[in-house]
């Protein structure tokens, strides 16, 4: 749950953000499968409290296997591949809630804004009952659309005929390639035309609405829309030259990236600056960091596959020589 604003890209909390105290989560997105999980996987790791629901229609999970997902040389099956990313949805801080989504309507039910300072946000309504607010949203489920419907956009939805009937469906047109909408706050990573129809676009779409989301909430704390991208990288340590010339380097990359008619006060520029130099800082970890990681990742991956961490090639070749 959202409690406080999170330092931009750090872990660092503090009370006095209006946007993030008005609302139980800064992100929820409705749909559990690659495009969903992958959303989560950056907005969770930036920093913005998010939660994913799953339990919808799954047309991943209608496939007897899935042999075209890259890294599986072999193929993986379908339910260890779902456990896999929502694993990965939890380490990236989310909460997996396996509810289905009924409603997304604007908060408090008539598009009244939640507080004075915090955008127009939307309720979330389970199947059960049970409802949250966040102050965005991304639909992640390629079949259905039709808790978007409270919203209220004509546009959301076309009408076709079968069967001698009118029937009414999603408009897989609605959003733009980044996910945005005409609605603020509402984002769109399936169903979307032409790309979710193999899990790994649907993943790499996800990646980019992610991303999207994340730099709507960097312009809404105000970075010039030239600083407003994240890349989430990690880097080796031995990279940089010195860590003070480092951040000296990219303190003066930032500013020559400020525009000319920025109006934001000099103080929190400053603010912005500094909190971008820390979270460029975490990208570069050290030797030891990266073996630790390595391991980690070993060992999850092991945990799902029901094997040793220290099995697989590089162990039978040492077991072989013995």
Not at 53 to 67: P, T
Not at 141 to 152: I, N, S, T, V
Not at 202 to 221: F, K, M, N, Y
């Amino acid at each position: 749950m959202a409690d406080a604003e999170r330092s931009e890209g750090t872990a660092t909390t503090t009370a006095t953000d209006p946007e993030t105290a008005a609302f139980d989560y800064d992100v929820a997105i409705v749909g559990g499968g690659p495009t969903g999980c992958s959303a989560g996987v950056f907005t969770g790791r930036y920093g913005l409290d998010t939660v994913v629901f799953d339990r919808g229609r799954s047309s991943l999970q209608r496939c007897a296997y899935l042999e075209n997902y890259l890294g599986f040389p072999g193929g993986v099956d379908v339910e260890t591949f779902y456990g896999l990313i929502h694993d990965h949805v939890e380490a990236a801080g989310c909460d997996l809630v396996p509810a289905l989504v009924e409603a997304v309507e604007p908060a408090g039910g008539d598009g009244t804004e939640t507080a004075d300072a915090a955008g127009p946000g939307f309720e979330v309504t389970t199947q059960d009952g049970e409802t949250v607010t966040a102050r965005r949203v991304v639909a992640a489920a390629r079949y259905g659309g039709d808790f978007l419907e409270p919203l209220d956009d004509d546009e959301m939805f076309v009408t076709y005929e079968y069967d001698g009937e009118t029937r009414t469906k999603f408009d897989r047109d609605y959003a733009d390639i980044e996910g945005r909408t005409a609605i603020d706050g509402l984002y769109v990573a399936a169903p979307v035309s032409e790309v979710n129809v193999q899990a790994i676009m649907s993943a790499g779409q996800g990646a980019r609405v992610g991303r999207s989301v994340i730099t709507d909430h960097r312009l809404e704390r105000g970075y010039p829309e030239a600083l407003a991208h994240h890349w989430d990288w990690i880097r080796p340590e031995s990279e940089l030259a010195g860590e003070e010339t480092a951040r000296d380097d990219w303190r003066e990359r930032f500013d020559s990236r400020v525009p000319d008619d920025c109006d934001l006060a000099e103080e929190r520029l400053r603010e912005l600056r500094e909190a971008d130099v820390e979270r460029q800082r975490e990208m570069y970890i050290s030797e030891e960091a990266v073996e630790a990681r390595a391991e980690r990742g070993r060992e999850r991956l092991a945990d799902h596959l029901g094997v040793a961490a220290d099995s697989g090639p590089a162990a039978d070749s040492a077991s072989d020589s013995e």
